[in-house]
Nanobody
Framework: QVQLVESGGGLVQPGGSLRLSCAASGIIFSISTMGWYRQAPGKERELVAHIISGSTTIYADSVKGRFTISRDNAKNTVYLQMNSLKPEDTAVYYC?????????WGQGTQVTVSS
């Protein structure tokens, strides 16, 4: 059974930083494409970033230069370092794993950027 468990969300002031973690189990992590999505109230879920099994990364334009996705295959964990956070980054952030044509999702973690 595949499980993706996110952690690291919370409340932060504009300009601050947070690091999200997603621990995966039940999946061949090293060959999976891992990613982060987010969904703000009243909006559709959108891609934030993803990292292919090697080190190739893709970012949404809105987070380029501020967010960094990385992975530790030894720990089956993917990270999202978020710097220079803005109020518009407020959303529930979901971890995603994609392998063999199937998507897997975590339960989500709330990130709120507010003064």
């Amino acid at each position: 059974q595949v499980q993706l468990v996110e952690s690291g969300g919370g409340l932060v002031q504009p300009g601050g930083s947070l690091r999200l973690s997603c621990a995966a189990s039940g999946i061949i992590f090293s060959i999976s494409t891992m990613g982060w999505y987010r969904q703000a109230p009243g909006k559709e879920r959108e891609l934030v970033a993803h990292i292919i099994s090697g080190s190739t990364t893709i970012y949404a334009d809105s987070v380029k230069g501020r967010f960094t996705i990385s992975r530790d295959n030894a720990k089956n964990t993917v990270y999202l370092q978020m710097n220079s956070l803005k109020p518009e980054d407020t959303a529930v952030y979901y971890c995603n794993g994609y392998i063999y044509g199937r998507d897997y999702w975590g339960q989500g973690t709330q990130v709120t950027v507010s003064s």
